[in-house]
């Protein structure tokens, strides 16, 4: 296993624009950090992200994890590369020829997208466990490490849409169509969404919880609920308008299973696509 | 004698086209192999095959006697096909390094392998820098990276300048010199004549021919001969049962020979008729005649 991955990084450690894009992928998230940390001073009238309440514990795991997720798409960039380069460079073959089985080529890019997801997910907790002992409001232990399940959940969403990229770049072979794909299916996605919400107003059929939950960018996006309403500003500024939200913020069982089974199915459709492949 | 490699009634089919069809041969330890065929006979694809890249429709091939998966059998292989490919942003080296990775073997030959294609001094240049030559050294250094049982090397010279196509042969000579198998699919046939002592012979997949070079040139030759009057001469090696084929070439005539003659028991022969000979040559077929031959007879 440590062959298969010390093979990998050997090709991604030497890639300028793999290392690019990761250091920038990096950055932003401190960089968001650092913006949220920011004193603004309008007009006389001090404002700090930071003291909205956004890096209180264990509320900073929810928004940490949520926020990072979306710069999930600069990996995926690397990822969706790091696939179709074996293919525009020839050396998929060569890496075979040199005695690398299909099974051990697609084993070594999943451990490459798992490792990753581990880094992206020890560094957001890294940030956000700097950001909430300076900013926190609740300092103690009991509160710093509840809620760590979205971290659990950041690093599944972050394996299944890795995956996904995985295996579109083994599929389309070309980065560029590959990342045109995954635009493609989102938009795909959104266009369900609608008929389905459409459907729900006219028949009262309910086809989100039945189907639409079953899709796999649907379900990653599960995984993490947006955190924003369940600021304490803005819940108190929706009872002031007479509005409550009664939504559940918690991680469901259910998001994990269907991401993780997404996941195992892009692996082994990424392995049949290659092994029933001549190159 | 030690298989290396055996292939039975092995087909591949791309759609409706049978790149290869029924091939059967085998390769014994030692021997330099030559697959001869003009493009698009099927050399590459038989190659792809039993090398892990291309699927075969039917039959079987197995490496070593198929005591080992061929993943791991290839690991004793070195091949390079087609053209090199390796990462175009690493350095020759660290390309190397890579290989010895997959291969599973220590990095510890990379410097002697760049020395023996002649790359060292440019070890730490990246690969995009290099040209084709280089590029096709290279590969044939990474081939060599694991000390390899055979090596295979599918259209070595393609695309090279004369100087590259040279030195890629002396490396070859090389290698056959120190007692590597190899196999050389080529077809280009002096390279092959020059190398090789087994052919196997494809056209449109088919084998036409397999076994030793010697094997291979049995037949009787021919002769180059002219003479003042041709007709008499044509006429006369027509009708004579030693001769087959008759070709004009220029002003010379062209008479392969059904039996064996010496060129002095022909000249008296000719004599004896009153034809007086003005050219004559005795010869056998070069490698590209002979193949020539063989692949023009199943059009």
């Known amino acids: 296993m440590l062959r298969l991955l010390s093979i990998e990084l050997q090709k991604l450690r030497y890639n300028r624009s793999v290392k690019v894009i990761s250091i920038v992928y990096f950055s932003l998230i401190l960089f968001i950090s650092a913006i949220a940390s920011i004193e603004f001073d309008f007009a006389n009238v001090n404002f700090r992200i930071a003291d909205q309440g956004i890096f209180n514990f264990p509320y900073i795991w929810h928004f940490n994890t949520y926020i990072a997720a979306i710069l999930k798409i600069f990996l995926a960039i690397v990822i969706v590369s790091m696939m179709s380069n074996e293919y525009s460079y020839r050396t998929l073959k060569q890496n075979l020829i040199d005695g690398l089985s299909k099974r051990e080529f697609i084993i070594s890019k999943f451990l490459t997208v798992v490792l990753f997801a581990i880094v992206s997910t020890v560094f957001v907790f890294i940030v956000s466990m700097i950001l909430g002992l300076v900013f926190s409001d609740y300092k103690e232990m009991g509160i710093i490490f509840s809620d760590l399940e979205y971290l659990f959940a950041y690093f599944i969403k972050l394996v299944g849409f890795f995956s996904f990229c995985m295996f579109l770049g083994i599929w389309v072979k070309r980065s560029a169509f590959a990342i045109g794909f995954l635009v493609i299916w989102q938009i795909f996605e959104g266009l369900v969404a609608i008929l389905f919400q459409y459907i729900r107003v006219k028949t009262e059929v309910n086809l989100f919880e039945t189907v639409y939950n079953f899709f796999p960018l649907d379900a990653m996006s599960d995984l993490i609920k947006e955190p924003f309403s369940r600021l304490g500003a803005v819940q108190s500024a929706a009872n002031q308008l007479g509005e409550e939200f009664t939504k559940t913020y918690e991680v469901g069982f259910m998001p994990i299973l269907i991401v993780s089974i997404w996941t195992l199915l892009f692996v082994y459709w990424s392995y049949v696509i290659l092994k029933r492949r001549d190159l | ?299």
Not at chain 2, 56 to 64: A, C, M, Q
Not at chain 2, 166 to 190: F, N
Not at chain 2, 287 to 295: D, H, K, N, S
Request: glycine share 8%; aromatic share 6%.
């Open chain 2, 1 to 299: 004698m030690e298989t290396i490699l055996t292939l039975n009634n092995l087909t591949k089919k791309f759609g409706p086209i049978t790149a290869v069809n029924n091939l059967s041969f085998s390769i014994e330890k030692g021997n330099v192999y030559g697959i001869l065929g003009p493009n698009g006979s099927g050399k590459s694809t038989t190659l792809g095959i039993v090398l892990n890249v291309v699927n075969k429709t039917s039959g079987d091939y197995s490496w070593f006697n198929g005591t080992e998966s061929t993943h791991e059998a290839l690991k004793k292989v070195g091949a390079i096909i087609e053209r090199p490919n390796f990462y175009p942003y690493m350095t020759a080296a660290q390309n190397l390094e890579l290989v010895c990775k997959i291969k599973g073997v220590d990095t510890s030959k990379i410097d002697e392998k760049l020395k023996v294609v002649e790359l060292y001094e440019r070890k730490h240049s990246k690969f995009s820098t290099f040209s084709l030559g280089m590029k096709q050294r290279l590969a044939i250094a990474s081939a060599l990276l694991n000390d390899p049982e055979i090596l295979i090397l599918d259209e070595p010279t393609n695309g090279l300048d004369p100087q590259g196509i040279h030195q890629i042969r002396e490396i070859i000579k090389v290698i056959a010199s120190q007692g590597t198998t190899i196999l050389l699919a080529s077809h280009l046939l002096d390279e092959v004549e020059k190398v090789c002592t087994h052919v196997v012979i494809l056209r449109k997949g088919v084998s036409l021919y397999s076994g030793s070079v010697e094997g291979m040139n049995a037949s009787h030759g021919f002769f180059v001969v002219s003479a003042a009057n041709k007709q008499q001469l044509q006429a006369e090696l027509s009708t004579n049962p030693a001769f087959g084929t008759i070709k004009e070439e220029g002003e010379n005539l062209v008479a392969y020979l059904n039996e064996p003659m010496d060129a002095s028991e022909f000249n008296r022969q000719m004599h004896a008729k009153g034809i007086a000979l003005s050219h004559l040559v005795k010869r056998k077929e070069s490698l590209e005649e002979q193949f020539l031959e063989i692949t023009k007879n199943l059009n």
